[in-house]
């Protein structure tokens, strides 16, 4: 299309390619930089909240990895993946049904729209922007960020065109907008001690990818061989710079209608692969699939990625791209190319190839009608891992194995923690070794709102679904696809709410955010979820708790309550809360009937959250007189433990009671239950 006028972007659908530089800025209420599924995402759920969406993309194309050849969807468990993510996968799902018929073998082979050719998910993403009316400028790498304090007011790509926005979305898997807006991150392993996490830092062992057989790594000269890198092991569980390896995830087939030759890349020189030679001389009865990972898609194709000591990942080849310049990436990109299509072309041509090996690799090709504006080879490079935000609130081991609930949850992952090596390097003994591999099983848990927001001092209008605020080991199983959809959604609507109500994104009505995404489908519980996956019950039942009981169902009332089950967990049906408003004139009082007088401790049962008060007045009555106490309802509490309130004298019956107030408060009340236990 061609570019229309840029002043607003309010009912513009637009997708360009290389336009002329704007003399005016555009203006959109919502700006994602990064068209990968989880900005294409965002910018739609945007625009599906009636905001103004534009999506800002260094590159030519939509979807990132996922139209980019990663069509074996790393799921984990499918039931954690709701929302507009899921909606993805069910259009996939429709479209090989419209195309090829309900009982056709493609229907069968798309497993329920989780795997797909890459055309077809480019295909799917286009239509969703179309839809929303959401524009893509392409060929515009990020050039500047203009900023007012902490806020960003505006980008300007490196050609030029500025991009002015009420809330941005940093969706690249570089994290440049989060970097240049100057909000904090890391790149590589942190160690075990920082986080206490037990599978942090350097691997003593990494059995998956390893090599099966001592390979030696020198020449006779003593030097390392190319793909090897200088450097020791080190000790097990210290941090270090390094980042796990990246490839491109190929679209091949061994159909010979569609077969395309592997290429002999420029540059190409065997020497490169004297490590797989020698591989191959110790063990010849390799098969392709002990090399490589073909998965079958639709249509006799394949998403094929690593698998094995020396396969599609290029080792190491990766270490300076996260901080590297827009030139330097290129030739880290260029270079992985090149390692790429010489390992197949090696594999493919080589003398050194056994005969029944050579065999096997003839029968395959890349996909023709796949990649056709690049030379059938992927446009994504499968970055795997790069900046990793410092936000709100850091994930970490403990978040996806134990404290899987979060009270500010907006999605669900479910996939194993999952890291390929980060280094090759030699062991004592001149063999070749892989460090860094780790693929460790988790159960579902819920992601927080607050992994997606930068603290507030370093930038209050910048949402990042991307390269979330994790650890290493956490952002192992965060980095799925899947789940960066689910993530893209929430900051979509967070950042349609931070624009109605004008403020910053780490301010927003979470109870809105919470409903809107549930409305919308979005799964946000691992209690949601069927079977031995779901983490127990969200309602505590009141007979199970002890003492005396009063729930939000059995007190008295007055002013304006709304009632919620969007955060958990909490006692009986729901809890009430006052919707942020404050003023006073919400109040609720619980009214114990006592069995005996005696002296009792009293505990205000709450769902704690960033939304929260924490300043909420509440009055015990009790046989001393009234008290009046402030408590913090944000404060988060483990397992849903109750706010302690003190030790009280009460008389038996019901002359006692606790009232909760909504006077003079910053944030939203919420009630619950109240519970009198007897004293020792």
């Given at each position: 299309m061609n570019r229309p006028g840029w002043p607003s972007?309010?009912?513009l659908a637009l997708i360009a390619a290389g336009p002329a530089r704007s003399a005016e800025p555009l203006r959109a209420d919502v700006v994602v930089y990064g068209a990968s599924a989880g900005g294409v995402v965002a910018a739609v759920s945007a625009a599906r909240e009636g905001k103004s969406a534009v999506i800002v993309e260094p590159g030519r194309h939509v979807g990132g990895m996922v139209s980019g050849g990663l069509g074996a969807t790393d799921a984990g468990n499918r039931s954690a993946v709701g929302g507009v993510s899921r909606e993805f996968f069910r259009r996939v799902h429709r479209h090989y049904v419209a195309t090829y018929g309900a009982g056709s073998p493609q229907v069968e082979d798309c497993s329920d729209g989780f795997r797909f050719e890459p055309h077809v998910a480019d295909r799917v993403f286009r239509a969703m922007l179309d839809e929303a009316r959401v524009g893509v400028v392409f060929d515009s790498p990020l050039g500047r960020v203009e900023k007012d304090g902490p806020r960003i007011v505006s980008i300007a790509t490196a050609r030029g065109d500025v991009f002015i926005g009420k809330v941005f979305v940093d969706a690249s898997y570089e994290?440049?907008?989060?970097?240049?807006?100057?909000?904090?991150?890391?790149?590589g392993r942190e160690g075990r001690d920082q986080y206490g996490e037990s599978i942090a830092g350097v691997q003593a062992q990494s059995p998956a990818h390893q090599w099966p057989v001592a390979v030696p790594a020198l020449d006779a000269a003593g030097n390392r061989l190319p793909g090897v890198q200088a450097g020791e092991v080190g000790v097990a569980?210290?941090?270090?710079?390094?980042?796990?390896?990246?490839?491109?995830?190929?679209?091949?087939?061994?159909r010979p209608d569609n077969r395309s030759p592997f290429p002999r890349p420029a540059g190409y020189d065997p020497a490169r692969f004297e490590l797989l030679a020698r591989y191959l001389a110790i063990k010849p009865d390799l098969k392709v699939g002990q090399l490589m990972n073909p998965v079958r898609m639709p249509n006799g194709?394949?998403?094929?990625n690593n698998n094995g000591p020396f396969s599609t990942d290029h080792i190491g080849?990766?270490?300076?791209?996260?901080?590297?310049?827009d030139a330097r990436r290129r030739a880290i990109r260029d270079d992985h190319v090149a390692y790429?299509?010489?390992f197949l072309y090696f594999l493919a041509n080589d003398p050194r190839v056994p005969g029944p090996l050579h065999d096997e690799m003839a029968r395959w090709g890349l996909a023709r009608d796949e990649f056709v504006d690049t030379d059938r080879w992927p446009h994504q490079l499968y970055v795997r891992e790069a900046r990793r935000m410092l936000g709100a609130y850091v994930m970490t081991q403990?978040?996806?194995?134990?404290?899987?609930?979060?009270?500010?949850?907006?999605?669900?992952?479910?996939?194993?923690t999952d890291s390929h090596h980060v280094r090759r390097i030699v062991r004592a003994d001149g063999s070749a070794l892989n460090e860094g591999d780790f693929q460790v099983r988790v159960r579902p848990y819920a992601i927080p709102y607050r992994s997606l927001t930068p603290l507030p001092s370093e930038c209050p209008n910048l949402l990042v679904p991307v390269c979330v605020s994790a650890s290493h080991v956490a952002y192992g199983t965060i980095r799925m696809e899947p789940v960066y959809m689910i993530l893209g959604q929430a900051c979509g609507v967070a950042a349609a709410l931070a624009v109605d109500e004008g403020v910053p994104v780490q301010a927003i009505p979470f109870e809105r955010l919470c409903s809107k995404l549930a409305g919308q489908g979005a799964v946000l519980s691992p209690e949601e979820l069927p079977g031995a996956d779901a983490a127990g019950a969200r309602r505590l039942d009141p007979a199970g708790l002890g003492g005396v009981v009063v729930d939000d169902a059995r007190a008295t009332r007055?002013?304006?309550w709304e009632a919620s089950t969007a955060v958990g967990p909490f006692v009986g049906e729901g809890y009430l809360h006052d919707g942020g408003r404050g003023g006073g004139k919400a109040r609720i009082r619980f009214a114990p009937d006592l069995p005996r007088a005696g002296r009792y401790e009293v505990r205000l049962f709450s769902t704690p959250n960033p939304n929260r008060a924490t300043n909420t007045p509440v009055m015990i009555r009790s046989a001393d007189g009234e008290r009046t106490i402030r408590v913090d309802q944000r404060r988060p509490s483990a397992g849903g433990a109750p706010i302690v309130l003190g030790v009280y004298a009460f008389d038996a019956g019901d002359t006692g009671w606790v009232e909760v107030g909504t006077e003079g408060t910053d944030g939203h009340v919420i009630a619950d239950a109240v519970q009198f236990v007897p004293a020792p």
């Open positions: 972007l309010v009912g994290g440049d907008l989060m970097a240049r807006a100057g909000v904090k991150y890391a790149v569980g210290s941090g270090d710079g390094e980042t796990q390896a990246y490839n491109f995830r190929l679209c091949m087939t061994d194709k394949t998403d094929t080849g990766n270490r300076d791209y996260p901080e590297a310049d790429g299509q010489g403990a978040d996806i194995m134990d404290d899987r609930i979060k009270v500010d949850s907006v999605g669900l992952g479910s996939y194993n007055s002013g304006d």
